[in-house]
């Protein structure tokens, strides 16, 4: 049996930063900018201070700014507002970054909705929101638009094909789905709760899981042919009791039914970092009506 073609995420993500470092390079030199991201971290959660910290690695390569605020776990809210709005009056900071997850005591939808649209890098401001599904000019979220490039560098043109998403949350699974309408597909957006699942996953040319269940999506539920994004990062303990990660898809099943996947790791995640730069140069140009550097 033929061997699933591999969508190498992390080869795809360092020609993007390639690109985001020379568009960067260009706006210092015309215009005496540099696009800076400040990132906010509010407690001590392990996975989340790696991420900030990859993420401000990622921006310094690039020849972005990157600025970090850390804050204790039992911060207030109204502290944390109150950061978010001298963030948005600061005319250095281009994009703002709230590492969730936040402790209890802080509402994420109201610390969303406070960041400036303008600056909302994550792309989960109900303005960026209300833009992408109504097919204006946004700042979509980073993992989608990811999964997005890779579609279009594997596929081409992916009008017409048949699009299967399963997974329904606010941070992938519904603007994945949005861009899949803008690039013409025929999208179902599908969940954990949806009536015979697997046969509607086998109707799908591109099939998306963004569930957040290890191993979720079974070889059998594939399309032959198909083209599967894997968004899911899954950390389980194996029969060794050495832990591994895994993603949404039964790799190692749907490897020869699918004709292009994902790997987990390697796939989706070095996208959503190199995207959120992305963001953070489209964010520079646009507050201040320059031409955009990077389409």
């Known amino acids: 049996m033929a061997q699933s073609r591999l969508i190498d995420g992390a080869a795809a993500a360092l020609t993007l930063r390639q690109q985001i470092a020379v568009a960067a390079a260009e706006l210092k030199r015309r215009h005496g900018i540099v696009p800076t991201l400040a990132a906010v971290l509010v407690g001590d959660d392990p996975a989340s201070a790696v991420y900030v910290r990859s993420k401000g690695k990622a921006s310094r390569e690039a020849g972005l700014g990157s600025i970090e605020h850390r804050l204790q776990a039992s911060t207030g809210e109204a502290e944390l507002l109150a950061l978010i709005a001298r963030l948005n009056g600061d005319d250095g900071t281009d994009g703002i970054l709230v590492q969730l997850p936040l402790p209890r005591q802080i509402d994420p939808q109201r610390v969303i909705a406070a960041i400036d649209p303008a600056k909302d890098v994550d792309g989960f401001h109900p303005v960026n929101v209300g833009r992408l599904w109504s097919g204006g000019s946004a700042l979509v979220p980073c993992t989608p638009w990811g999964a997005l490039l890779l579609l279009r560098a594997t596929l081409g043109d992916l009008a017409g094909a048949e699009a299967v998403v399963i ?63 894997d968004i ?24 020869g039914i699918a004709g292009a996947i994902t790997p987990v790791p ?24 320059i031409d955009e550097l990077l389409r």
């Open 266 to 289: 390697g796939g989706i995640g070095p996208m959503t970092i190199a995207c959120l730069l992305r963001n953070t140069l489209i964010a520079a140009c646009r507050r201040r009506g």
């Open 232 to 255: 899911g990062i899954n950390r389980i303990t194996g029969a060794d009791g050495k832990s591994r990660l895994v993603g949404d898809v039964a790799f190692a099943e749907a490897q």
């Open 167 to 229: 997974g329904r949350s606010n941070i992938v699974g519904k603007p994945m789905a949005a861009l899949l309408l803008k690039e013409n597909c025929t999208v179902t957006l599908a969940h954990s709760k949806t009536r015979n699942l697997p046969e509607m996953a086998r109707r799908a040319d591109i099939l998306v899981a963004a569930i957040g269940k290890p191993e979720f999506v079974r070889g059998a539920w594939i399309k032959p042919g198909a083209t599967v994004i």
